[in-house]
């Protein structure tokens, strides 16, 4: 069985910073992609960031130049660092990653973790 596990969330006030990490657990898979999604109450899931196995990244327009996202592959984790943090930032952040496993493509979410940015 493959499992994602994040952790980092908390309570920060407005303008502070707050990393996430993201590892990937298990065998028998490599990683194509990972990256997170964030979930507001009352709001649909929605990108965030995300690395590719190259090294290339997206990020949404929303938390771009705040929000950086890198990995170690050799670890399969992978960590978001948010600067400059806003209220509207306050979600449950997914990590996300598309892995091959037994053969195919597979996409996997994690549990999520809260951030909860005061203003």
């Known amino acids: 069985q493959v499992q994602l596990v994040e952790s980092g969330g908390g309570l920060v006030q407005a303008g502070g910073s707050l990393r996430l990490s993201c590892a990937a657990s298990?065998?028998?898979?490599?990683?194509?992609?990972m990256g997170w999604y964030r979930q507001a109450p009352g709001k649909q899931r929605e990108f965030v960031a995300a690395?590719?196995?190259?090294?290339?990244?997206n990020y949404a327009d929303s938390v771009t130049g705040r929000f950086t996202i890198f990995s170690d592959n050799a670890k399969n984790t992978v960590a978001l660092q948010m600067n400059s943090l806003k209220p509207e930032d306050s979600a449950v952040y997914y990590c996300?990653?598309?892995?091959?496993?037994?053969?195919?493509?597979?996409?996997?979410w994690g549990q999520g973790t809260q951030v909860t940015v005061s203003s």
């Open positions: 690395i590719f196995k190259g090294g290339s990244t």
């Open positions: 298990g065998s028998g898979f490599k990683i194509n992609f």
């Open positions: 996300n990653a598309e892995m091959i496993y037994s053969g195919s493509k597979q996409g996997y």
